[in-house]
């Protein structure tokens, strides 16, 4: 049949210090109950003060690279998804590079939130088929704990977010018979930008009228804080992330019962509930990490991934289906063989 992409390594890292909800009863007047019932999550980690997100995609992508059989020199390119940047210029891809001494090679960020890893490995096949790289490396990282409003204001936000990272590494692969070969059989990739003020960090912001992009003002409003409206968030994602994996499967001729594993995006436990409910999965093959991790965005599906494999639960040779929704709103599946 061809050329296809192929996942050769798989590695993920979360800061060792957990936060229980409990932990955050008094900082957010917040309640275990409360986040537990609306969300599923337990706890989730969160960095030291001295870590970045590139610090925690470094520790990943050496995770991910070993995994692979590779050294570290091999890799070609990096395609780095984060809505947690080190800094807002450049991209955090450039700091992962330099603290990976791997100077030269390819580097390319992308701003797709929690469906950043989805994008990021439908890039990476692109290049593969195309010839010009042979081992991307794709990293999800987020520091989320750095940028929350830790008080009462912010915690129909704060409470369901997590610090953590996720990469894997992607080769060109011979692909004979596609429904049995290991590799990436399909993504799909949607966003609609009319939703964009649905679920954003709007300051700073070269948006804002004015000779600057931030202001006393917009910090004491809280615009330097996420902004959700976590109802519209939970309808579209439902909807969002059903229709994408439905077409996926319609499009590779897979049939639900077919796939050994479910990763979703972790937002909330009710909405991958819901959307079990609305596809008629079998509930038992997702693969849910949200309890121990809250929502680590483009970390979630690679970390995900590394759990699943530890845990016995994904196996090579497996069938993967994956879908993701977050700010945009962006969404979009994925099929692949491990
Ligand atoms: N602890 C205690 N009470 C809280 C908290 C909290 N952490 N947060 C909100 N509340 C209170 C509110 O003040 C409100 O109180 P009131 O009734 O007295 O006014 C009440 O709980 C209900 O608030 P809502 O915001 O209406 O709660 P809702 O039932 O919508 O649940 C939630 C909020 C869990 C965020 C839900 O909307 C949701 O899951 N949305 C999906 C969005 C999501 O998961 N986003 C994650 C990031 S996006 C992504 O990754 C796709």
Redesign the pocket.
Known sequence: MGIGSRIVGVGSYVPPKIYENKD?EEM????NE??VQ??GIERRHWVDPKSSTSDLALEASLKAIKDAGLEKTDIDMIILGTLSPDHDFPGTGCFLQAKLDLPEITVLDIRQ??TGFIYGISIADKFIKSGSHKNILVVGAEVHSKGLDKTPRG???????GDGAGAVVMQPVEVNDPKKDPHLMTTRLHADGKYAKE?WLPAPGMAFEGSERWSEELMAEGLHYPQ?N??V??VH?VKRMAESLTAACKETGIKFEDVDCFLF????L??NSKVAEVLGLDESKIFNTIQDFG?T?AATIPLGMDEAIKAGKLKKGDLVASA????GFTWGSAIWRY
Do not use: E, P, Y
């Open positions: 955050l957010m007047d917040t309640s409360w986040i609306r969300t939130q929690c915690r129909g936000v704060s409470v369901l977010f679920l959700m976590g109802k968030v939970f994602a995006h972790q937002a909330n009710r909405i929502n965005t993701a929704f977050g700010s």
